[in-house]
């Protein structure tokens, strides 16, 4: 069996200096899988090569058992591997409704399309609204990006990520900035997604890793230190020694 | 409870044409009956206007900066100047071919200018220009030169209407280009397509992640630009029946930016008042101090980038908005 995702002896060295160094990771379908580690461990650094925004120094990337390490950054998203970023980066100017729709018609393939009107590509527009729905953001529809609370905005960048349609979704810090009240109900609209769609999530707060996910892999300078079920990190000598026991964000 | 069905009315709305958009199209129409002895200048300025939404689409829309467009516009105009000029005086299919010629040119050269960040592509945008502009000075026996392609036989349009000398074909055919190639980008701009261009002005980064192939998007929209200038650059050719070397030079360029930014970038109206305000200006300012006339140009200039963001369209929908306002608290909503 394949796994969704999976890295070989992944490494990227920028200078002297080694970022990630021999990572193999591997994630089964269907698991919500976390990546946790000190700051400056590497872990956006991984999540970058993942999505081909950096290509490694050596070593490779495999989407579903397919290699995936030579391709563009779109191209992935195509195969079914999505992202959101640590810091919003949305499309101010535009409405959350013209936002979604943007990522649906990239994934139906309509981009191209130069001559009928945005509304007149109905199949789009449904599923854009259905987003929306899912995601609570249907009363905000016709208001700017940037007119939105930061909550609100973040869950934008998980409805342009799940507008891809990913089979693999690669959530960064997905509660960062968001206050307390709000990153419990953006954790159940996460929680709510189907099975079919495996999650690998990077998060600093520790209950929502241990509550959310079912492995969890530490990485320690650019090295993966073990992985494991989160019973099995939490009784882990090694990672409370480094991690743990030492700095425990939240 | 939100209902099951969710009110697409705004969605369809924006492609809508407004009231405003009409009336603002009956604009050439009074101008021909109020203006009848400056159909030439009119004719100008509708070529002039296609030129700059040609500019609007690539940078406005799309967020390419240029400093070199009027190396389309040059090439658009010798192409069509060459073709009359050696017994080939049907204006469409010149208008035609200029177009491909531009639009060949754009996808050529839109290879070097999307390699780069903004100032890189204003290098290499300026540096094609200046480049065609001496080729184009120093093969005299193609050009002309300096002394401009000359002997250009355009024949009736349609077979029928002859280029007058009043001006009056020039001018009908002139707008009906501008007019129907507006309503083609007004088509693109409120598409899929357009809307992720505006994606990649506003956040080119986060584009590839939601699958999108920026390059190729932005080498299409470039292609499609240098075709507009082209056909701009044909239409003053074939109306002048001349095309001069001044097609191809820097000052041309830079001017197109600056009636862009005084109307409004990433309005396809900003485009056309852009255009306006600025051949209104220039000639109101020039009756009045014939030498020194740039010096108020550079105020306006300087006052609508400061004081003013979003040009006349800009200015335009704030006082829009002022007015709603306004109503609303004096009608009393609902």
């Known amino acids: ?250 | 409870m939100l209902p099951a069905s969710f009110d697409l009315t705004r969605l369809r709305a924006s492609e809508r044409w407004r009231v405003s958009e009409r009336l603002f199209w009956m604009l050439p129409l009074l101008a021909y009956v109020v203006f009848p002895d400056s159909l030439v200048l009119l004719t100008h300025l509708f070529i002039t206007a296609l030129f700059c939404l040609s500019l609007d689409l690539i940078l406005g829309y799309a967020g390419i900066v240029s400093l070199g467009h009027a190396a389309f516009f040059g090439v658009g105009a010798y192409a069509a100047g060459l073709l009359a000029s050696h017994g080939w005086g049907e204006p469409l299919s010149g208008l035609l071919v200029a177009g491909v010629c531009a639009a060949v040119l754009g996808f050529v050269t839109s290879l070097l200018v999307l390699r780069g960040t903004d100032l890189t592509r204003l290098m290499v945008t300026l540096g094609v220009a200046m480049m065609l502009y001496e080729v184009a000075n120093k093969m005299t026996s193609i050009t002309g030169g300096v002394d401009g392609l000359s002997g250009m036989v355009v024949d009736p349009l349609f077979g029928r209407f002859q280029f007058d000398l009043y001006g009056n074909t020039a001018f009908w055919y002139a707008l009906a280009v501008l007019f129907a190639l507006f309503w083609i980008a007004r088509k693109l701009v409120h598409s899929p397509f357009g809307l992720s261009l505006q994606g990649i002005r506003l956040n080119a980064g986060r584009m590839p992640a939601l699958g999108a192939p920026v390059n190729a998007r932005l080498a299409a929209i470039y292609t499609v630009g240098a075709a507009y200038a082209g056909i701009a650059g044909a239409l003053m050719a074939q109306t002048t029946q001349f095309v001069a070397l001044d097609a191809l030079t820097f000052n041309r360029s830079a001017e197109l930016l600056l009636m862009l930014v005084l109307g409004g970038s990433g309005s396809l109206y900003g485009a056309l008042l852009g255009t306006l305000v600025f051949m209104v200006a220039h000639h109101a300012l020039a009756d009045v101090t014939p030498e020194y006339w740039e010096f108020w140009l550079g105020a306006l200039l300087l006052a609508i980038v400061l004081f003013a963001r979003g040009g006349v369209m800009g200015g335009l929908r704030y006082l829009a908005q002022c007015v709603q306002r306004l109503s609303r608290v004096g009608g009393g909503a609902p």
């Open chain 1, 1 to 250: 069996m394949s796994y969704a995702l999976e890295t070989q002896a992944l490494v990227k060295k920028f200078g002297g200096f080694i970022a990630t160094n021999q990572v193999s990771l591997q994630v089964e379908a269907g698991a919500r899988h976390a990546l946790i580690g000190p700051n400056g461990a590497g872990k956006t650094t991984l999540i970058n090569l993942l999505t081909g925004f950096l290509e490694p120094t050596s070593g490779a990337v495999l989407l579903g058992g397919i290699p995936v390490t030579r391709l563009a950054q779109h191209q992935r998203v195509r195969r079914g591997l999505a992202r959101t970023f640590q810091i919003n980066r949305l499309f101010s100017e535009l409405s959350v409704l013209e936002s979604v729709l943007l990522a649906v018609n990239e994934r139906q393939g309509l981009s191209a399309h130069f001559w009928k009107p945005l509304a007149a590509h109905s199949a789009a527009v449904d599923e854009a609204v259905e987003l929306l729905r899912t995601l609570n953001l249907l009363d905000v529809a016709y208001e700017k990006t940037r007119s939105l609370a930061y909550g609100k905005q973040r869950l934008i960048e998980i409805a342009l990520a799940l507008a891809a349609k990913p089979q693999v979704l690669l959530l960064d810090e997905p509660a960062a900035g968001v206050p307390t009240a709000e990153s419990r109900a953006l954790f159940e609209s996460i929680a709510a997604l189907p099975r079919s769609v495996t999650i690998v999530l990077i998060e600093h707060d520790m209950d929502l890793v241990f509550r959310f996910a079912d492995q969890i892999s530490v990485l320690v300078n650019g090295a993966l230190l073990t992985q494991g079920t989160p019973a099995q990190i939490a009784n882990d000598r090694k990672v409370k020694e480094v991690y743990l026991g030492e700095t425990v964000h939240g």
